[in-house]
C-alpha cells in the first residue's frame, strides 16, 4: 500500500507562512487537528473572488453555489453551469468531475435508479 501524504501551504494576512505535513497512517481526526489548530493561529482563507481558471474549479463554484446543503444530479449542475457562465460543457465532463470529487472525499454520490444523486461533504463543527 502507498504510503499516505497531504500536505498543506497556507500563508497569512500578514505575510507569515505555513507549511503542514502529515505522512503515514492519516486519520480524520488528525486533519482535524490541524484545522483546528489553523483556527487557532486565526489563518483563514482570505480569498475574495473564487479562481475561477479550469472548467473544475467552475463546477466546484456551482456545487458550492448553489447546492451547499441538498441533493443534485450531474444534469443538474450541466443547466446551472451553462446558466452561470454562458459556455456550453457536455455532460461526460461534468460527471468527470464529480466522480474525481467523489474519490477525493469532497463530495458523496449514491446510486438512484438510472443515475448518480451526489450531496457535498460538510465537515461537522465542534460547538465550544
Given at each position: ?38 483556527d487557532l493561529m486565526n489563518i483563514e482563507d482570505q ?73 457535498l461533504v460538510k465537515i461537522p463543527q465542534r460547538a465550544?
Amino acid at each position: 500500500m502507498a504510503k499516505k501524504r497531504i500536505r498543506i501551504d497556507l500563508e497569512d494576512t500578514d505575510g507569515a507562512k505555513y507549511n503542514f505535513n502529515i505522512e503515514g497512517n492519516i486519520t480524520r481526526d488528525k486533519v482535524l487537528k490541524i484545522f483546528e489548530l489553523m483556527d487557532l493561529m486565526n489563518i483563514e482563507d482570505q480569498e475574495e473572488a473564487p479562481q475561477l481558471d479550469s472548467v473544475g474549479a467552475k463546477i466546484w463554484h456551482i456545487v458550492d453555489k448553489y447546492f451547499p446543503m441538498g441533493k443534485f444530479t450531474s444534469t443538474e449542475i450541466l443547466e446551472k453551469y451553462e446558466d452561470e457562465y454562458n459556455e456550453p460543457v457536455k455532460l461526460s465532463i461534468i460527471s468527470t468531475y464529480l466522480a474525481r470529487f467523489n474519490t477525493k472525499g469532497r463530495i458523496n454520490r449514491l446510486r438512484n435508479g438510472r443515475e448518480w444523486v451526489y450531496q457535498l461533504v460538510k465537515i461537522p463543527q465542534r460547538a465550544d
